[in-house]
C-alpha cells in the first residue's frame, strides 16, 4: 500500500460534504482508510465509503442524487502509522505467505510482536514460529521476517543454558555472526548473542554505581559476566583497582575484550573459576554481590575478601511479596495450598493479608482508618506456643495507644496448628506482632470470609472506631499439617467465638480502588523487601563475626529497587556497610 490508492466514493456538493460524512459513519459506511478528496475544477468532495451488498441499497436511497464512483484517495493517517509498525507489517506479509501455502493462519499466533534489536541483528522471542507447520515455507520465512523488521541477521531466543553458567542459548537463523555491540553510559560492551547473556533491564543499577566515588578503592566484583558492573566502577567510578570473578569462559573473553575496548584493563584482575573458589586476602574496600535470584553463595566469599576494617557491600536478590487480593479472593488453601509444605515460601518472603480487602468487582472496601491488618509471615527458626503468642499480642496491644484487646485465648490445638481469637478497637493501633520463627499466622477461614456481612453494612456511614472479633491461626511448618481439614474441625467446635461482625463500608470508584490496590501492591513489596534486609544484615553480622571474629556493626545504608519482574517480584540490591566495633 502507497501514499495513495483507488477507492470507492461517494461525491457530494463541497458545502454538505463534513454533514455527509458524519452521516456515512454513523450509518458505519465511512471509510476512515483514506482521506477526502476535494475533485480538480469542481464545486465537489469525494468521501470514501464501503459499498457492500448490504449497503448498496442504503446509500442510493438516502443520496440518490449523489455519484458513486472510483477514484484515486490519499491514504489516512493512521494507515500510515501502521503501515510503519513493523510488526503489523511482518503480521500481514506472514499471512499472506500462510495463505500462498494454504497454511492455517492460526500460526499467526505464533507471530513476534516484540524482539529485541542490537545494531543490524534482531533476536526473535523463543516460541517464535514454533510449530512445526513453519518448515513448509522453508528459508523464505526467515527472509520475509528480516525484511519486515529491516535486520541483516536474524536469530532466535532459546531456553538459557543449565549448565551453571546461564550461557545463553540463542539460535542464528540468517547469518553465522552473532557478535554485537551495546553501549549504556559511554561503555561498549561487545560480546556474542549465542554464548554470552546482556541484562538491559539493570541499567538503573548500573548509572548508579557510576554515580559513586571509588576512587583509590579496591572493588572485588562477583559474578561480573561480561562486565555488567566492574566497567562502571572502572570507567566511572574510578575505582583504583577491580578483581573481577568469573567462572563462564566465554564471559571472560568478552569481559577481557570489554576492558581493552574501554582502556581500563590496567586497573582490572580478573579471576577465572568458582567465585566461591576465590583465593584473595582481605583487600576490597567494597565487594558487588551482582547475581540474582540469590547471590547468598557468595556472602561468606564477600566477608572473607572485605578488609580488616570493614567497607561496603552491595547484595543482589529477588525479593517476592504474595498479593492480598490473592489471599482475599479465595479460600485459604488456595492461597498458602492444602499442606503448608507445598507452599513455595522461602526465608525472605513475607506475605500480608489486609482483612479490609474485598473483591474488586464489588467496589466495596472497608477503610484503611476502620480497619487493621492481619499479618502473616514465615521465618527460619523455632515455634512459637499459643501463651507466647497471647502475650506477645497483650505486649503489642499495650504499646499501640491502649489498644483494647479483651481476650486472647486458645480455641483449639490440632497437630501443628493453634488457633486464636480476641477482640480489639480497630483504628487504635495494629495488634499484628512481630512473628516468630517458623510460624505462619493466618485469619480463620470466617474471619476470611466477610463478603456479605460488608455488603450488607456498606451504606453505613463512617465511624472512627468500633470493635470487632478476629482469629487467627498459627502454623508450625515443621508438622505435616493439613491446614484445610484442621480448619474445618476448628469451624465446627467453634461457631461462638468466629462471630459474625458487623463493619462500616465506604464505596469507591473503579479509579479510586484501583489507586487503593496499587498503593497496597507496593506497601506489600516494600514490606518484603524490609523483611529480606532485615534477614541479610543478621546473617553478614553472623558471618562477620564467625570468620573475622570479634563484634561487627552491620547498618543498611540504602536499599534500591531496580526492576520489577512480575506484580510481586522485584530485583533489589542491599547496600551494608561493615565495621568491627
Partial sequence: MGSAEESTVLVVPLESAQKIRSELETLQVWD????????????????PIIVNEQNKSLIADKWPDFEVTRTCLPISKKVKVKQNNPAVRLRDEIGQLLKLYGIS????????????????????PTHSFSSSKWAAIGDQLWEVVAKCLACRRLARHSAIANNGFRSSRVIMLIGQNGEVTHVDNGIRYTYDVTKCMFSPGNITEKLRVASLDCSNETVVDLYVGIGYFTLPYLAHAKAGHVHACEWNPDAVIALKRNLLINGVA???TIHEGDNRMLQLPPVADRVNLGLIPSSEEGWPVAVRVLKLSGGILHIHGNVTAFSDRKAMDGKTSDFIGDKFQQIDVSEN???????????????????????????CFYQEGTAMNTAELDQKIRNNAQENRNNSLESCKDLKTNSGISYLSGSFLCGEGDVSSQPEEHTLYLP??????????????????????????????AVDSRKNVNLEDSRKEHDMN??????????TCTDYTDKELDQINQNRNETNVLLACEQWSQYVQRQIKSLLETKKGGSWAVTKLHLEIVKSYAPHIVHVVL???CRPV
Fill in 32 to 47: 476512515a482508510t483514506h482521506k477526502l478528496k476535494k475533485l480538480t475544477d469542481s464545486n465537489h468532495v469525494a468521501i
Fill in 105 to 124: 493462519e492460526e500460526l499467526l499466533n505464533e507471530v513476534p510482536s516484540k524482539w529485541e534489536k542490537h545494531g543490524d541483528l534482531v533476536i526473535i
Fill in 266 to 268: 590496567e586497573r582490572c
Fill in 349 to 375: 518472603r513475607c506475605c500480608k493479608l489486609d482483612a479490609s480487602r474485598q473483591r474488586a468487582k464489588e467496589n466495596v472496601l472497608i477503610t484503611d482508618d476502620n480497619i487493621r491488618n492481619l499479618s
Fill in 444 to 473: 480463620c477461614e470466617n474471619s476470611l470470609d466477610m463478603d456479605q456481612r460488608w455488603r450488607q453494612t456498606s451504606s453505613q456511614s463512617i465511624t472512627s472506631n468500633f470493635d470487632c472479633e478476629f482469629t487467627m491461626v
Fill in 494 to 503: 467453634s461457631k461462638d467465638t468466629c462471630q459474625s461482625v458487623q463493619h
Fill in 575 to 577: 547496600d551494608l556497610e
